[in-house]
């Protein structure tokens, strides 16, 4: 099974402050571990939404805004892509995670990760059928 796993962003995050030089070292052998491990598939950090843009159809006519956009709690600030055997495994690493950033950042971390299975080719095999 794969699933997507986004890392909400937070207020300096938004504000484009770089991360926490601890928590960079700190995650590298993380993910080098996960990916030799082939649960890894892809992972990375996206830049604050405001270098983003949002484009919406509605009613036939095409709305273009650019970022920033007001609900933090709703912007996500990177992913992981991985490759496990049940959502519960997908849950497990996503607190492995979380915990690795309160490790580092300190007991008053707090930070969100939201979790979504992909679809794949084999997920409509059945209705082409």
Do not use: C, W
Not at 34 to 57: D, Q
Not at 111 to 122: P, W
Request: net charge negative.
């Amino acid at each position: 099974m794969r699933f997507m796993l986004m890392m909400k962003a937070d207020k300096a995050y938004e504000a484009g402050q770089p991360p926490d030089p601890a928590l960079m070292a700190a995650m590298g052998p993380y993910v080098e571990r996960m990916a030799k491990s082939g649960v890894l598939i892809e992972t990375g950090g996206l830049m604050p939404s405001a270098r983003g843009t949002r484009v919406n159809l509605s009613d036939g006519r095409f709305t273009v805004t650019d970022g920033p956009f007001a609900e933090t709690k709703e912007v996500i600030g990177g992913y992981a892509i991985v490759e496990v055997a049940s959502k519960e495994e997908a849950i497990r690493i996503t607190r492995e995670f979380l915990q690795l950033h309160r490790d580092v950042l300190g007991p008053g971390y707090a930070g969100e990760s939201e979790i979504r299975e992909m679809m794949g080719v084999t997920h409509f095999a059945s209705v082409a059928a």
